[in-house]
């Protein structure tokens, strides 16, 4: 049986940093995309970053636009584990954060946004950033 387990989250204060681990259990996802979306309260979920296999020991690393500088992606393949480094929060980042594994090893820079390209997902962490 396949689970990600997501960890790290919890309340935090602007400007403040939180670092989200997710660990994946049942199969290896070495040198397959692995993600994090999250859902805001009334809002569907969105894409936060990827990272993506592109040959060899190689990964690309995408981030949408309102975190990119804040938030850091990155895997030990070793542990099958991913993280999210995330840095000068802000309280329009409060929300449920998941993570997401996709078993198309061959996933392009258009598709790894989209939801229904992944078929495992954790069961979420919440952050929430206030004063």
Request: proline share 3%; with cysteine.
């Amino acid at each position: 049986q396949v689970q990600l387990v997501e960890s790290g989250g919890g309340l935090v204060q602007p400007g403040g940093s939180l670092r989200l681990s997710c660990a994946a259990s049942g199969r290896s996802f070495d040198n397959y995309p692995m993600s994090w979306f999250r859902q805001a309260p009334g809002k569907e979920r969105e894409f936060v970053a990827a990272t993506r296999w592109i040959g060899g020991t190689a990964y690309s690393k995408h981030y949408k636009d309102s975190v990119k500088g804040r938030f850091t992606l990155s895997r030990d393949s070793a542990k099958n584990t991913v993280f999210l480094q995330m840095n000068s929060l802000r309280p329009e980042d409060t929300a449920v954060y998941y993570c997401a594994a996709s078993t198309t090893r061959g996933l392009i820079v258009g598709q790894i946004a989209n939801t229904e390209n992944y078929e495992y997902w954790g069961q979420g962490t919440q952050v929430t950033v206030s004063s």
